[in-house]
């Protein structure tokens, strides 16, 4: 069952990919000759117009194969422009093309047309993710909760008061909802007093609470210094649900949590903080589409 989950999630990135190059090679007056989900022997294929439509053995991939992408002849020159897949290249003899052919052909666009072209399916990908986080935001995100699990004996939480159970409800009175809000408000103190405000059964109590500088670690490995009050989270999870505004804003806001991660994991490899062996491919989405479909519907989307 996981891996037809995989399968799944795999199919759809790379159909969304190549849907990308497809529609932006389209609207450019590209010929496309072949769409293919996966690559290698070819399973199932149909023509449709000037495009044969195909379905491969191997799931792991995908390409569009555009009219002159390959070799081609004029004058006396021979050129040779990057093909999207290496499954996709003309294996026709180079000619010279005719002025119709040229107006149809990948590799006579102007330059800004093929980088629009080649950066349409990571592009496509990006809106995919966006619409995907919307469409969560709306059936309910998995969210831990402000609840106080454990207290670490003799720190400043517990010699303030605070109590196993108590729920936090606001730092500095910054209304405080999701526990990931608890660790950036204290982090964001720098060491200084906070005012902590708890539910405690139906009464409101309030603290004032120096955070202690700690060593901690990023999410990229890196010893970092932060300031820690002492509590741990009781790890109760609520489902939020956003209506299609809230769900719009959310899923915009997760997006570029994302771009920003993506970027800076390329900084943290070029600075060789983060391995190159972390990079994952199809085999990596594989795994991990399998082992959050193990975890749940909600981990699966």
Request: hydrophobic share 45%.
């Amino acid at each position: 069952m996981m891996l037809i989950y995989a399968i799944i999630v795999l199919g759809i990135l790379i159909f969304v990919h190549e849907l990308g190059h497809f529609l932006v090679a389209k609207m450019l007056n590209v010929k496309i000759e072949k769409f293919s989900l996966g690559f290698g022997p070819k399973l199932f294929g149909k023509q449709i117009g000037e495009t044969e439509y195909l379905l491969s053995a191997f799931p792991l991939g995908g390409y569009v194969k555009m009219f002159g992408e390959g070799g081609y002849i004029e004058g006396s020159e021979t050129h040779h422009e990057p093909e999207l897949d290496k499954d996709a290249v003309d294996t026709e003899a180079p000619r010279e093309l005719t002025e119709e052919e040229k107006a149809r052909s990948f590799a006579h666009k102007p330059p800004l047309a093929r980088i629009a072209i080649v950066i349409a399916g990571p592009a496509f990908n990006l809106c995919f993710a966006w619409l995907a986080f919307i469409v969560l935001c709306m059936l309910g995100v998995p969210t831990v909760t402000a609840k106080i699990g454990d207290i670490l004996k003799d720190k400043p939480a517990a010699k303030a008061g605070v109590q196993k159970d108590d729920v936090i409800t606001a730092i500095n009175n910054k209304a405080i909802v999701h526990w990931d809000d608890v660790a950036g408000a204290i982090s964001a103190s720098k060491g200084q007093p906070i005012s902590l405000t708890v539910k405690r059964g139906n009464q409101d109590v309030s603290f004032t609470i120096t955070p202690e500088p700690r060593i901690s670690k990023n999410l990229f490995g890196e010893k970092v210094n932060s300031f820690a009050i002492g509590v741990a989270s009781a790890g109760e999870i609520v489902t939020e649900h956003y209506n299609p505004f809230q769900a719009v804003i959310k899923g915009s806001v997760q997006t570029w949590k994302v771009i920003e991660l993506t970027f800076m994991s390329l900084v943290k490899m070029a600075q060789r903080v983060v391995p190159l062996d972390t990079i994952g491919g199809p085999i990596m989405i594989v795994k991990m589409a399998g082992e959050q479909a193990s975890a749940g519907g909600s981990n699966f989307l």
